[in-house]
């Protein structure tokens, strides 16, 4: 059974850094592309990094300079480091396979997330 579970999540004040951590499991985790999801309150998933198998990344320019995605394939874990954040990156935190930037959805259902709240 795939369980993907995320943490790290809180309150934390403009231009503050926050890690957050997806453990996976139920899945070949180390061949998977991986990405961070975030879904504001009135708003869609919208997907805001990703990372291949051998450890390329991308990222939405909304992030770019101060997001840093990585992965621990020996801990099937994906990470986000969030730098001199904003309160609009104020959502709530999700991770799962994403093949492509434009991705909205990933292979496996959602787990519960992890809500990140920015205040300025």
């Known amino acids: 059974q795939v369980q993907l579970v995320e943490s790290g999540g809180g309150l934390v004040l403009a231009g503050g850094s926050l890690r957050l951590s997806c453990l996976a499991s139920?899945?070949?985790?180390?061949?998977?592309?991986m990405g961070w999801y975030r879904q504001a309150p009135g708003k869609g998933r919208e997907l805001v990094a990703l990372?291949?198998?051998?450890?390329?990344?991308n990222y939405a320019d909304s992030v770019k300079g101060r997001f840093t995605i990585s992965r621990d394939n020996a801990k099937n874990t994906v990470y986000l480091q969030m730098n001199r954040v904003k309160p609009e990156d104020t959502a709530v935190y999700y991770c799962?396979?994403?093949?492509?930037?434009?991705?909205?959805?990933?292979?496996?259902?959602w787990g519960q997330g992890t809500q990140v709240t920015v205040s300025s």
């Open positions: 799962n396979t994403a093949d492509t930037m434009t991705a909205t959805s990933g292979r496996y259902d």
């Open positions: 990372i291949t198998s051998g450890g390329n990344t």
């Open positions: 139920g899945m070949v985790f180390s061949r998977l592309r």
